[in-house]
């Protein structure tokens, strides 16, 4: 009878309150709980073997000691584990789960003819400056929204790249780095190609501050005004930048639209200006008589 009852109590110990509280890790401290449940266990299960005669008690008894030497080993690798790197374990865990979907992506276009409503937008004319000197970086051209711009050409193509946080935070200080291939521009007759490589060199673009969605994505344009140099751009699948309220830089991926780079050709000289009527000669003025 006595054996009976240490094994519900042992099994009633163990099932309803130790291995809940290890499961559902509540707030309060859950191995306070898990060692007084496995002490009292082991007392419950002593009283219940107590009857039996000296040699079958110390056989039974050589589990309970290996039980309680693994428990204690156990408690103390986790109180190691859980106690001494809790803000670790909670940065990493959080950074898995809330890793921004970042995406980038450049398509050919032309330089706007009309100024956007934020009466803004960045751009780049790509020539192969020294790293050293010129770590890249792009600017920005500001103007009344909606009002026409004239670049003094009938056609201005660029590529115009564009990087989207579709993740569940905005960030900060975000930076992506292009590669760029700057090669001698071979002019066959109206056919231009690509010879010798003048320059291979990184080129940094900084975002201020990178919004959520495509309402707030950053936008760039890169154009080429040398018509002796092609650049070959290659867009980049990682992205540094900080969360918001916080100090540390991170690395993240970036998905891209192409692993291949995208040429950008020389845009066509600006338009001769249009020519103004010659003033009438004085032969020409005056009233005229017919005979």
Request: with cysteine; net charge positive; glycine share 6%.
């Amino acid at each position: 009878m006595r054996q009976t009852i240490a094994r519900i109590g042992v099994n009633i110990l163990i099932t309803v309150v130790a291995i809940p509280v290890l499961l559902t890790a509540i707030k309060i401290d859950p191995w306070l709980i898990v060692c007084v449940s496995v002490a009292a266990a082991v007392l419950i299960h002593l009283w219940g073997i107590a009857p039996h005669p000296e040699r079958t008690w110390r056989k039974m008894m050589w589990p309970i000691v290996v039980m309680i030497v693994g428990g204690i080993v156990f408690a103390a690798g986790a109180t190691w584990y859980y106690v001494a790197h809790p803000k670790h374990a909670q940065a990493t865990a959080v950074a898995a789960k809330a890793s921004p979907k970042l995406l980038i992506q450049c398509d050919t276009a032309l330089m706007p003819r009309v100024m956007p409503p934020s009466g803004r937008f960045n751009s780049v004319s790509l020539a192969p400056i020294d790293p050293t000197s010129n770590p890249g970086g792009y600017g920005f051209h500001t103007g009344t929204p909606n009002a026409r711009i004239d670049w003094g050409r009938e056609f201005f193509p660029a590529f115009r790249c564009e990087v989207i946080n579709y993740g569940p935070e905005p960030l900060k200080n975000a930076s992506v780095e292009f590669s760029a291939v700057f090669r001698k521009a071979v002019h066959k007759g109206n056919i231009t190609e690509q010879g010798d490589e003048i320059l291979r060199r990184p080129w940094l673009m900084n975002i201020p501050r990178l919004g959520i969605g495509e309402a707030e994505k950053f936008e760039v344009y890169l154009y080429n005004l040398d018509p002796d140099v092609v650049p070959n751009m290659m867009m980049p699948n990682r992205l540094t930048a900080q969360r918001i309220g916080s100090s540390e830089t991170e690395t993240f991926k970036m998905d891209r639209i192409s692993d291949q780079p995208f040429t950008i050709f020389a845009a066509p000289p600006p338009s001769p200006p249009a020519e103004e009527p010659s003033p009438p000669s004085p032969s020409d003025i005056g009233p005229k008589t017919t005979r």
